[in-house]
T-cell receptor, first 114, second 114 residues
């Protein structure tokens, strides 16, 4: 069964360091999403890609966060420099052109900033 | 703008008892509605979705939900819960006018008591 892959699963870093997360969506899924889920809250969309283009990054803190999907397949989310408040679960999801209403989620990367 | 309210942050239920997790939404346009389940340190898994048609929707693991447009609700129910149902449950909404952005509620932690 096809799944969304994410790595690493866990990341511990010190504040002011740079971190990067990787996501590989289900093959053929043109739309890719990055969400941030703070403990005790629901996921919040950070950025949405359609193929290699950004569709929505209105909630992405652009002073420290960046996201790319250069070839329209896998994607990287970067934080530089990391702050204590960035500690959260970062979830990647994808959806297909035939079923845009359903998003398939990866296992997430849990980031702890010390 | 759209929003989701999950009225209960925690719901303890005895094993084999019925459960209802409440969800209310707000939107100025027609919507699609979803329930996702999240097990500890994992991503989100779709339980069920309402797109159109019958207001009673059946999903995986014996869960069902009923869309009530007049009350703007989409409550999740299960007639008899099991220990394995212990998890966090998220209600989500997006508009059906081509906007694929999901807005999540804050989640309800369901704890099954043996």
């Amino acid at each position: 069964e096809a799944e969304v892959a994410q790595s690493p699963r866990y990341k511990i870093t010190e504040k002011s360091q740079a971190v990067a997360f990787w996501c590989d969506p289900i093959s053929g899924h043109a739309t890719l999403y990055w969400y941030r889920q703070i403990l005790g809250q629901g996921p919040e969309l950070l950025v949405q890609f359609q193929d290699e283009s950004v569709v929505d990054d209105s909630q992405l803190p652009k002073d420290r966060f960046s996201a790319e999907r250069l070839k329209g397949v896998d994607s990287t989310l970067k934080i530089q420099p990391a702050e204590l408040g960035d500690s959260a679960m970062y979830l990647c999801a994808s959806s297909s052109p035939q079923s845009v209403d359903e998003q398939f989620f990866g296992p997430g990367t849990r980031l702890t900033v010390l | 703008a759209q929003s989701v309210t999950q009225l209960d942050s925690q719901v303890p239920v005895f094993e084999e008892a019925p459960v209802e997790l409440r969800c209310n939404y707000s939107s100025s346009v027609s919507v699609y509605l979803f329930w996702y389940v999240q097990y500890p340190n994992q991503g989100l898994q779709l339980l069920l979705k309402y797109l159109s048609g019958s207001t009673l929707v059946k999903g995986i693991n014996g869960f069902e939900a009923e869309f009530n447009k007049s009350q703007t609700s989409f409550h999740l129910r299960k007639p008899s819960v099991h220990i394995s149902d212990t998890a966090e449950y998220f209600c989500a909404v997006n508009s059906n006018f081509g906007n694929e952005k999901l807005t999540f509620g804050t989640g309800t932690r369901l704890t099954i008591i043996p």
